[in-house]
């Protein structure tokens, strides 16, 4: 929990989803260490999906941070535009923009990296349908194809219920990748509209919200997929 020293607390221990999360994510490293002693594991294949879980669950803290301090200058913002803030509500918005920014990229290179993983441990080849494919790709894969249903209704009923928030941030994320700094894409709308008058800050309470589900989006997918891939893991045979 490295970024809450930045406001001089204490390192928080994981409750809730999150600390449910992180355990099937132990578990399913501690199932693979087990398998890589057996005679005949493919070791390879076994550390591959070690390395890569390890990797999410980093992924999984740094989202989890960027969210909580984003959410904490997020709470000091109070004027309306930009004109109206002191210097110092100023400095608490860039602080928000950068961990906002920071935050909602996060939740979809950590789905990304999940679809990855999904797939070849799912034996889905979705990258013969979509050589660069996301984990929405690898979904939509699993459930035309009717995989694992058990997992593939689950993971799709969480897609859908943090669908509207996904389909803001995403818009926000593609802006920011491939336009103008997502901030501003607001102010050039206003200032098309209303030249000369002053530019209304964007609704950063909607955008602090549409982060908390993207979040959640990302701990429920994680938490199901190594719910069941831990199943999956201790009845496959070396």
Known sequence: MMLRFLFDEPLRKA????????????????????????????????????IWTLGLRSSLDEL????????????????????????E????????IYFDKNAFIRVFSLLDKLGTFLNELLDMRTERIKPHFSYFTVLRNMREKKAHPGLTWKLNDVKEKYKE????????????????????????IQSSRMYGEEIKLENV??????????????????????????????????
């Not at 941070?65 to 904490?72: E, K, N």
């Not at 509500?89 to 928000?96: A, D, F, G, K, V």
């Open 15 to 50: 409750e809730g989803t999150l600390a449910e999360t992180y355990r099937f994510m132990d578990q399913f490293i501690s199932i693979l260490s087990k398998k890589m002693a057996e005679s005949g594991a493919d070791v390879q294949k076994l550390r591959k999906y070690e």
């Open 205 to 238: 309470a909607e955008q602090s919200a549409d982060l908390t589900q993207g979040l959640y989006l990302a701990m429920e997918s994680l938490r199901l997929t190594y719910q069941y891939a831990c199943g999956l893991m201790r009845n496959k045979q070396p």
């Open 64 to 87: 989890e941070q960027s969210h909580y301090v984003a959410l904490h200058f997020q709470h000091k913002i109070t004027s309306s535009s930009l004109k109206q803030m002191t210097d």
């Open 165 to 188: 928030s996904t389909t803001r941030m995403r818009k926000r994320r593609n802006t920011e990748i491939h336009f103008m700094n997502s901030e501003m894409q607001d102010d050039l």
């Open 89 to 96: 509500e100023r400095i608490h918005y860039n602080r928000y």
